[in-house]
């Protein structure tokens, strides 16, 4: 198992309609579970539970997925973190070395 972290500007609600947006379009989980402050996508690639929790004026996302880290469900759960906005006013995007 492994697991993520990121804290983003975006409120939780917010992170869970990204997560719905981006993470069954990267790899084709669906979502098995959701509450208001998380959701689980399960799948062929495997499961990933996914947290988040305002603190203060960030929003720290925990993903925790049942993979190694070396595997494709584990770097795209990294990508979907590195979409979200750190600080307000960011947009969030790929890092250097993705594909745009």
């Known amino acids: ?5 990121r804290k983003t500007a975006l409120g939780p609600s917010e992170v869970l309609e990204h997560a719905e947006q ?3 379009a990267l790899i084709g989980l669906k979502r098995s579970r959701t509450s208001a402050h998380g959701a689980t ?5 495997g499961t990933v539970v996914l947290t988040a929790h305002r603190h ?3 929003t720290e ?3 925790q997925t049942d993979r190694l880290r070396t595997s494709r469900m584990d770097y795209e759960i990294q990508r979907f973190l590195n979409l ?3 600080e307000p006013g960011d947009v ?3 890092g250097a ?3 745009s």
């Open 1 to 5: 198992m492994a697991g993520y972290e």
């Open 56 to 58: 203060g004026p960030y």
């Open 22 to 24: 981006h993470i069954p």
């Open 97 to 99: 070395g993705d594909p």
């Open 84 to 86: 979200l906005p750190y």
């Open 41 to 45: 996508y399960a799948g062929d690639e």
């Open 61 to 63: 996302v925990v993903a």
């Open 92 to 94: 969030g995007g790929p």
